[in-house]
Nanobody, 116 residues
Framework: QVQLVESGGGLVQAGGSLRLSCAAS?????MGWFRRPPGKEREFVAAISWSDGRTSYADSVKGRGTISRDNAKNTVYLQMNSLSPEDTAIYYC????????????WGQGTQVTVSS
């Protein structure tokens, strides 16, 4: 496993932007962002392959979210624009350590609150 530390959450007004960061203590295969809205199940947001940078997004964030990575810093970012109150959630960073493994490492989560 690797240790993951998220940062960048906070309170933002609707229409605003936020960038989340997640620093990993070691190498990973894929890193992803998930979120848990209040009273709802955890859901996938975005993911990025560490080797080739391929990305995938949930439909709910396509066009508004960008996931990126800094290989030298073992850090992944999630830029979210045009935020709405529906984006309010605890955002979690997660890592897959291999092509056939699930997301076995998780960060502690960072709260994002979007006010209307």
């Amino acid at each position: 496993q690797v240790q993951l530390v998220e940062s960048g959450g906070g309170l933002v007004q609707a229409g605003g932007s936020l960038r989340l960061s997640c620093a990993a203590s070691g190498s990973t295969f894929t890193m992803g962002w998930f979120r848990r809205p209040p009273g709802k199940e955890r859901e996938f947001v975005a993911a990025i392959s560490w080797s080739d940078g391929r990305t995938s997004y949930a439909d709910s964030v396509k066009g508004r979210g960008t996931i990126s990575r800094d290989n030298a810093k073992n850090t992944v970012y999630l830029q979210m624009n045009s935020l709405s109150p529906e984006d309010t959630a605890i955002y979690y960073c997660a890592a897959q350590l291999g092509p056939y493994s699930g997301y076995g490492s998780w960060g502690q989560g960072t709260q994002v609150t979007v006010s209307s």
